[in-house]
């Protein structure tokens, strides 16, 4: 299982599959899957059962986790997708930009 560069929040484009070059935010972070959730990426319908609090069933539509390679992050900064290096040490790790340096 690598380790995971993707939080929850961050913006990423998708590299491989249907929805190739898709940008979208992180809605979950999968790690022990090594999967995110990207909002509006690899959507799915899902065959939902009506419960007892009254919900309706029915079709409805969901984002699908894909794998984290599959996914790279975009720099704030400079707006491109990039790799991800690491500074510092213990708490003060940060996350950077290979290509302008900028932290996440």
Do not use: W, Y
């Not at 961050?10 to 940008?23: R, T």
């Not at 995110?36 to 539509?61: F, L, P, T």
């Not at 991800?84 to 950077?96: I, L, M, N, P, S």
């Amino acid at each position: 299982m690598p380790k995971m560069n993707v939080k929850k929040g961050d913006k990423v484009q998708v590299l491989s599959g249907k929805d190739k070059g898709a940008q979208g935010e992180v809605l979950r972070a999968l790690p022990a899957e090594g999967k995110v959730v990207v909002e509006g990426v690899a959507v799915v319908k899902k065959h939902q059962k009506s419960n007892q609090m009254g919900q309706g069933g029915g079709i409805i539509e969901r984002e699908a986790a894909i794998d984290v390679s599959n996914v790279q992050l975009i720099c704030p900064k400079c707006g491109k997708p990039t790799r991800v290096g690491h500074t510092g040490t213990g708490t003060d790790k940060k996350r950077v930009c290979k290509k302008c340096g900028a932290e996440f």
